[in-house]
């Protein structure tokens, strides 16, 4: 298993360099910004775009480099690759033409080429486009499923599906290749096959981790499929085998409750096209690991080049503008989610918290408020309102916001926590503290051991000079439950300073600042331990490096003042009631996965879990093995660790929580 995952990595490694490393941009055209008057110029100043993240200024460039030497094959490709990237396909098909013939960019050209083939219905020529003259095993597979797509769309539904259980290569095909053979039988009507392909399919629990996003897509698929023929108690029961492998997930939920209500269920591929996007869409995701986003957005393009409204595919791309922070972009996105998606209400909510990144408040708040108007149980769409107060620090409006959303809140469950911590969070920052710790409780009471709640009521209670043992021993747990979290160390070990213990102070926050290097709190929190423990000149140091990290006006005029003055003598006291907040993570908006979604449920960690660190090849089923002595202990590692954002893509050096071992 480690060896076949590394060969898949190799396969990645050997693709990835080829990529453009920039943000899609769907909306920018310009021409170059600045002029240019030779090769060299044009195809640097591309080069330093594509650096910037603004891939349409390279593209321009590009196109200008191309007018003093139009035959530059590199530049073509580069161009081919940048205009699929920011979604203008057409615009990217005679570059493809032109490079078909090349070995070294077919891979591309090719796909591009067979996806404008499969648009027109011309799948002999969908089929020609796919024989490579060189290819990965990444490449061989994504050729596999087209030509097998482009069979079934010439009318051969069961030589489509016999052609896929025949593709060779290495076994991590199976999972892949079974679900769209299981897709194809049942667009072809070859239910009874398709039934005992789609079971083979969720049986390989194995394989699940390696692809995590295809193997639940073949449930959901499963699931639709059992529905339709009217067994709607299989297919919830498909639905359930899945739940602990991704507990929560958006659309696994989403498709359970439309089941419960009764509607249709449309196929997943119903035709070529759609199958092929859904191809396409599987390794593209599959693919998502560090490092591979470019490859992701290429590959999600290509399918939405096939299925311009794919609901999965729009929120993947969404996402992933805005995790590079391109919020004009994201709402692009989020704004062609088909109003008869499941989604589009989560979209919607996502399209506002991205105006709101764009300082678009007044327009931000109007949406998420006609969304709350729409459907006031969906508590999701108050947290979100309440981020986009919290971040203007108007708390009174999310204090009275929460206030409204409890209401509707009839039988509180563990997954309502997060709606009485952010209540509780509003009336903190109010100071108004009665109102403000029995919300802290009742969050702690529906999720005992969550560690956000743990530790914002234990510092809270140390910051007022109450209880402090107890908020001592919350900060703790919260940090024994989340020990790779930076912030939740920093806490504990700003606790101990204001507490005086200024040596294990210094020891927490030097283990806070190793985890979150990049935060000028953190620094200036630690600049100021070193200080109280004598070690004045790191203290200085610490301070500067604050300093540069470009802080928030507040925290940088506090720092500039330390690097003048150093700390007063009888700081000690006056800590107690000045010293700032512990860090905290900034606010971001939700994601389709996750932060929408009230936080998902966080297990209880026992006090001899261990942590890990992951090596190279490793999945979630081999560290089950060796280090638990059974793969099917996988799940377990997964409840443990419920921000793992990629199950199936571990990554060297990252850290997980392992149970005990048997």
Do not use: C
Request: proline share 6%.
């Amino acid at each position: 298993m480690q060896l076949r995952r590394a060969s898949w990595l190799m396969s990645l490694a050997a693709i990835v360099a080829f990529v453009p490393t920039t943000t899609a941009v769907y909306a920018k055209q310009a021409d170059a910004p600045v002029q240019v008057r030779s090769l060299s110029g044009s195809f640097l100043a591309a080069r330093v775009a594509e650096a910037d993240d603004d891939l349409p200024d390279a593209i321009a460039y590009y196109q200008k480099a191309l007018t003093f030497e139009p035959d530059n094959q590199e530049i073509k490709q580069s161009l081919l690759l940048a205009l699929i990237s920011v979604g203008r396909f057409n615009e990217a098909l005679p570059y493809a033409n032109a490079l078909k013939e090349v070995p070294e960019a077919e891979r591309f050209s090719r796909l591009a080429l067979a996806v404008d083939e499969i648009r027109k219905k011309n799948f002999s020529g969908a089929q020609n486009m796919m024989k490579l003259a060189l290819q990965s095993d990444v490449d061989a597979l994504i050729a596999g499923l087209i030509t097998a797509w482009s069979k079934f769309g010439a009318g051969d539904a069961k030589g489509a599906a016999d052609y896929l259980e025949k593709l060779q290569g290495p076994d991590w095909y199976a999972l892949f290749t079974s679900y769209h053979q299981a897709l194809i039988e049942e667009a072809g009507g070859l239910d009874k096959q398709a039934e005992e392909t789609f079971g083979l399919t969720l049986d390989n629990v194995e394989q699940g981790p390696i692809a995590p996003g295809t193997y639940l897509r073949n449930a959901e698929a499963y699931a639709g499929f059992l529905t339709r023929k009217g067994r709607k108690a299989e297919a919830l029961a498909v639905l359930d085998k899945v739940k602990e492998f991704a507990p929560g997930r958006l659309p696994i939920e989403a498709l359970r409750l439309r089941i419960n209500e009764g509607k249709a269920i449309p196929q997943i591929a119903p035709d070529a096209a759609a199958g092929a996007a859904e191809a396409l869409a599987n390794i593209g995701t599959a693919l998502d690991r560090d490092g591979g986003e470019p490859l992701v957005r290429l590959y999600l393009n290509y399918a939405l080049a096939l299925t311009p409204e794919n609901d999965i595919v729009l929120m993947q791309l969404a996402e992933g503008a805005e995790q590079k922070e391109d919020a004009q972009t994201a709402i692009d996105l989020y704004s062609r989610v088909p109003a008869t998606s499941p989604f589009k209400r989560l979209s919607e909510t996502q399209l506002a918290l991205n105006l709101a990144d764009l300082d678009k408040q007044e327009e931000a708040v109007s949406h998420l408020k006609k969304l709350i108007a729409d459907d006031p149980n969906d508590l999701r769409t108050y947290l979100a309102l309440g981020s986009v107060y919290s971040s203007k620090e108007n708390f009174r409006a999310a204090a009275d916001l929460y206030d409204q959303a409890v209401e509707h809140i009839k039988k509180p469950e563990r997954d309502d926590w997060s709606i009485f911590y952010q209540r509780g969070i509003a009336y903190e920052r109010l100071k108004e503290w009665p109102k403000a710790e029995p919300n802290f409780r009742k969050a702690l009471d529906l999720f005992p051991n969550q560690p956000q709640v743990l530790n914002y009521l234990g510092y809270s209670w140390i910051d007022m000079d109450m209880n402090l043992e107890e908020g001592l021993n919350l900060i703790r747990r919260a940090v024994d439950l989340r020990p790779s979290d930076g912030y939740i160390v920093d806490s504990l070990g700003w606790a101990y300073y204001k507490l005086g213990r200024y040596e294990e102070a210094v020891n927490e926050l030097e283990r806070a600042v190793s985890l979150k290097p990049e935060d000028p709190v953190l620094n200036d929190h630690l600049g100021d331990a070193y200080w109280r423990a004598g070690r004045q000149l790191e203290a200085t140091f610490q301070w500067r490096h604050a300093r540069d990290m470009k802080p928030e006006p507040a925290v940088l005029a506090s720092v500039e003042k330390k690097l003048r003055e150093g700390l007063p003598a009888d700081e000690k006291k006056a800590a107690a009631k000045d010293a700032p907040k512990p860090a905290e993570p900034p606010v971001s908006p939700p994601s389709p996965d996750k932060k929408t979604e009230a936080p998902l449920a966080e297990p209880e960690v026992r006090a001899s879990n261990t942590e890990y660190v992951v090596k190279p090849g490793q999945s979630l089923w081999s560290i089950a093995v060796d280090q638990l002595g059974n793969g099917e202990r996988y799940r377990e590692i997964l409840d443990l660790n419920p921000n793992l954002r990629n199950p199936g893509q571990l990554v060297p050096g990252q850290q997980l929580i392992l149970p005990v071992s048997d």
